[in-house]
């Protein structure tokens, strides 16, 4: 195939970013979205010019980290998957292909195709987490009956790989599906219950500080999630978070 790349180029945060716009041959449809970048820089290093800089880690969508915005989609055309699952069979012979940042106020850009997302793992330390006594007497998980329900949507909730489409998608740049994720698949479990009061609202407050908007019920993140994370969680987190507020 031979195709159209029109790239985000940006030297760093503070630095004008522009589109830039290379052409690129002998790609496979069997290739992975990463593996034809990989191919473009190759040639860029080859010519002695800047490579794209982009985010990735387990290229098997496990690690969130490749965000890139494809076509104007979060993770490009495909549903369920991430942009290194992503395949060039997807794509036709003389596509022009547009490719950004995840763009979000929480998200600055370190440079072309990399953000900042380390706003995510804040929230995360603000509360999605257990404290677990590990003296010696701790009682074994798998002792306390959990409805089979209830398992399924935690472990649904704790799919979520914290990659940020969400938020790249929401035109409130709302974090909202991610943190209710991470408050769900606690709040779901006998585990969860303990800490679950300050959890929902430290997680919620470090949300607002990073800047993140609120939800309107688009449902665009649900859409663009590789995950297929549901807008239920969204529900359950304001759930918690007023019985928490209650609570005092
Ligand atoms: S909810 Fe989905 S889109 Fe948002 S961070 Fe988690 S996996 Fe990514
Ligand atoms: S590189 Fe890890 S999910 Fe894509």
Redesign the pocket.
Known sequence: MKLTLKIWRQKNAQAKGQMVTYPIDGIDGDMSF?EMMDVLNNELINKGDDPVVFD???????????SMFINGEAHGPDRLV????LHMRKFKDGDTITIEPFRAGGFPVIKDLMVDRSAFDRIQHAGGFISINTSGNTQDANAIPIEKADADAAFDAATC?G?GACVASCKNSSAMLFVSAKVSQFALLPQGKVEATDRVMNMVKQMDEEGFGNCTNTGACEVECPKGISLENIARMNREYMSASMKG
Do not use: A, K, P, Y
Not at 82 to 85: D, G, I, N, W
């Open positions: 990463l990735h880690d387990c290229r098997e969508g496990i690690c969130g980290s490749c991430t942009t290194c699952q790989i990659c």
